[in-house]
């Protein structure tokens, strides 16, 4: 009966992040107690299809028996032991083998932490690192783009160029900058072509680095797909144009595949599936298709041997956490790597998506409707309240909003809509069959037109 109790109440002592507070105390939030395959359910039984799967990340669906079942023999087999201070777990030594092995780069290293964010905060930490060894103090300049996320912690934070992650957290910090985001739909200007757009935002990173002064910067990172900002899919050249311009002046590519990788682009690796080249990758969501907490740091050979001799120079390599290579989490990575392999999700995806694709650009022709974009299972449709001359709704993110909320409240389907611009996105778990797809198209298109009427009135 107790538990009854508790379930009816929308008002608990806990702090929930991404929300007006204001707003979460007063309705409190959607309690989800089930899931399966790309449906979850709420505490009435109420299926939903998750167009989201969760934080873009429960790519294996909601109910994967030998996920399960991994975590269960891990448990009773060591349910914790740490892999700092000259210890090491058997899951975690192997997981590490099996990225390394699947890493876009030369003998790479594998940091294990337990979140997207604290494996780019590692980042920003070994890249520093590795520069004062190296005897290169001013090289530590992070250039990040606007609309990018990289997480919470407060360098991922400060990496991040979404406004509403930013303000009033006072997260800036020393060496971290920003440049434009290649979004050609919101950035290009009037009459200006693909190309020339290209070529003005690769000009402007030059520049910046030429300004900022090329010995004092250390990196640049960027998601091969931009995700919380927008599915940014970056214009043909681009992720080529960068590569070359950070050759130049020395700087590493750090590619955050924190959603992009295992196949939600496509290809194995977000990289792959954009022509980008990738000194470091970071790694978490589909690692584990989320059912525990588990991120990676992979580096080349080249960062690992300078923090190693750095190490020999500096003195201990004072960085490492509690849960890095948890066991249980790292035994379940292992199994998702072999449940892509076994069940050949790449040619599932490479199928669906194909489809997913389509029907999302059927909604190209809708009033409401300014651009529609998706590689592989990742996709967005972007608002705007007149086509010609484009003029978005106001406040922008408002139409999106509405659309989201009628989509779940009355057609039972959770997608997402992003901070800073008029859109939602849809990465559905990969498992997702073509039915589904049109399933949840059918159930967003109603709920777009009947928003739109309302708007309308
Ligand atoms: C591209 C990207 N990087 C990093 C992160 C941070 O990951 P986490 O939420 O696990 O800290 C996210 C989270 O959404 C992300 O989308």
Not at 79 to 88: D, E, F, L, N
Not at 118 to 130: C, E, M
Not at 211 to 220: H, I, K, L, P, S
Request: proline letters at 5%; charged letters at 20%; a neutral charge.
């Amino acid at each position: 009966m107790a538990a009854q109790v508790d379930l009816q109440r929308n008002h608990h002592l806990m702090l929930h992040g991404y929300v007006e507070l204001a707003t979460e105390r007063s309705a409190g939030s959607k309690r989800i107690v089930g899931g399966s395959g790309v449906f979850v359910y709420d505490q009435s039984g109420r299926p939903y299809l998750e167009a989201a799967a969760g934080m873009w990340c429960t790519i294996l669906g909601f109910n994967e028996p030998e996920l399960v079942d991994a975590a269960i023999e891990q448990m009773r087999r060591l349910p914790y032991y740490h892999t700092v201070a000259y210890k090491t777990v058997t899951p975690a030594d192997e997981l590490a083998d099996r990225l390394a092995g699947l890493a876009p780069m030369k003998a790479a290293r594998v940091y294990f932490g337990t979140t997207g964010s604290d494996a780019n905060d590692f980042l920003v930490k070994a890249i520093r690192y590795y520069n004062n060894a190296a005897g290169r103090p001013r090289k530590k300049k992070i250039i990040a783009r606007l609309n990018g996320y990289h997480g919470c912690t407060l360098a991922a934070s400060a990496l991040t160029g979404i406004a509403v992650n930013r303000t009033a957290f006072d997260v800036d910090i020393p060496d971290i900058l920003h440049v434009s985001e290649p979004s050609y739909f919101s950035q290009a200007q009037p009459g200006e072509s693909e190309a020339v757009f290209t070529e003005r935002l690769l000009r402007e990173l030059e520049d910046t680095i030429l300004r900022e002064g090329q010995n004092t910067v250390a990196a640049f990172i960027a998601e091969p797909v931009s995700g919380a900002g927008g599915v940014v899919i970056p214009p043909a050249g681009y992720h080529e144009g960068v590569r070359r311009i950070l050759d130049r002046y020395d700087i590493k590519f750090f590619a955050d595949e924190v959603i992009t990788g295992f196949y939600r682009t496509g290809r194995l690796w977000g990289s792959q599936s954009t022509n980008l080249v990738p000194d470091t990758m970071t790694l978490a969501k589909g690692l584990t298709s989320a059912y525990l907490p588990l991120s990676a740091a992979v580096v080349p050979e080249d960062i690992y041997e300078g923090l190693e001799s750095g190490s020999r120079s500096l003195g201990f390599f004072g960085h490492g956490s509690t849960y890095s290579g948890h066991p249980v989490c790292c035994a379940v990575a292992l199994k998702v790597l072999d449940i892509l392999e076994k069940r050949n999700i790449a040619a599932h995806v490479a199928d669906v998506s194909v489809h997913f694709a389509q029907r999302l650009q059927q909604l190209r022709e809708h009033p409401a409707v300014g651009d529609v974009r998706s590689i592989g299972l990742m996709g967005a449709i972007e608002f705007v309240a007149s086509k010609s001359p484009r003029r978005a709704f106001e406040p922008v993110g408002s139409f999106s909003r509405q659309v989201r909320q009628h989509a779940e409240d009355s057609h039972q389907v959770i997608c997402r809509s992003l901070p800073g611009r008029d859109a939602c996105a849809f990465s559905p778990p990969l498992i997702i069959t073509r039915a589904e797809v049109d399933e949840m198209f059918e159930r967003f298109g109603r709920a777009l037109d009947e928003t739109w009427r309302l708007w309308g009135k």
